[in-house]
């Protein structure tokens, strides 16, 4: 018998919850005839169509590229956010993961700073609002430079390129017991710190970035790697040092925090 012939049937407990102030619970669904080459999404897609065809609402979930790029599809899978593959995000995940007649328990990522939408959608703008308060690098006037005429040592470009692969799925957070967006926010940091272009707004980037975490109810980091373990793109607690570092030398020779200590200096 080939892998495209053979099916399997397994439940889902799936966290249902129709909107954000609506109280949720877990409903038992069955898969019947999955293949082990469909996508887990595929299997849920099959899942919707019954419940349409039977007038049930839907499954609510997040998806879009369905090819581990967007990161939207933020669930968590028998407890792990986007599932037990590595390096993988939901919409990467095949049914070829489990066996016929296993239960698979669904459920939205957890953190007090994602409220859930519906269902298994929850809403990740606080990571956008994070990047709005200093993720990005200033162009106010003029044209771009040519980007090749900046040189920049080899080890530092890969550094930053790995750092600025981060799709902020959000994982990081549901995997980390205080729900820190410290991976995330290290990433971000960490992708303009090593890179010239990123010096000048160096020390308010840092500042901005990290008390929009606090205000958005983000916990601290107590240094679990969680969120390592789970990142889709393999972002390294490294990035969280970096973070540390350039908080703390922020802190000491901001510009915006000690003004008198600019002046002095051009004297």
Not at 45 to 66: T, Y
Not at 75 to 88: E, F, I, K, R, S
Not at 127 to 152: H, K, P, Q
Not at 241 to 258: D, G, Q, T, Y
Request: aromatic share 6%.
């Amino acid at each position: 018998m080939t892998t495209q012939e053979t099916t399997m049937d397994v439940t889902l407990k799936v966290w249902r919850q129709k909107g954000p102030e609506e109280p949720g619970s877990f409903v038992t669904y069955e898969a019947k005839g999955c293949t082990p080459d469909m996508s887990f999404f595929e299997a849920l897609d099959v899942v919707n169509e019954g419940l349409v065809a039977k007038g049930e609402e839907a499954i609510a979930f997040d998806h879009d590229c369905r090819e581990g790029i967007c990161g939207t599809c933020c669930m968590t899978v028998n407890g792990q956010p986007h599932g037990p593959d590595q390096a993988a995000t939901g919409c990467q995940l095949h049914m070829r993961t489990y066996k016929n007649g296993d239960t698979i328990t669904l459920e939205p990522f957890r953190a007090r700073a994602f409220p859930v939408v519906k269902d298994l959608v929850v809403d990740r703008s606080a990571l956008d609002r994070v990047m709005a308060a200093g993720g990005f690098v200033s162009v106010n006037t003029g044209g771009a430079g040519e980007a090749n005429a900046i040189l920049i040592p080899k080890d530092k470009a890969e550094a930053a390129m790995d750092a600025a692969a981060c799709i902020g799925c959000g994982a990081c957070v549901a995997a980390c017991p205080n729900a820190s967006a410290m991976l995330f926010v290290s990433a971000k940091v960490s992708q303009f710190a090593l890179l010239p272009q990123g010096q000048p707004e160096r020390d308010r980037r840092v500042l901005a970035m990290q008390k929009q975490m606090d205000a958005e109810g983000f916990g601290n980091c107590s240094n679990e790697a969680e969120c390592e373990a789970v990142c889709p793109k393999e972002i390294k607690l490294t990035n969280i040092a970096r973070l540390n570092r350039e908080f703390i030398r922020a802190i000491f020779w901001s510009h915006e925090l000690h003004p008198r200590s600019e002046a002095e200096g051009q004297e």
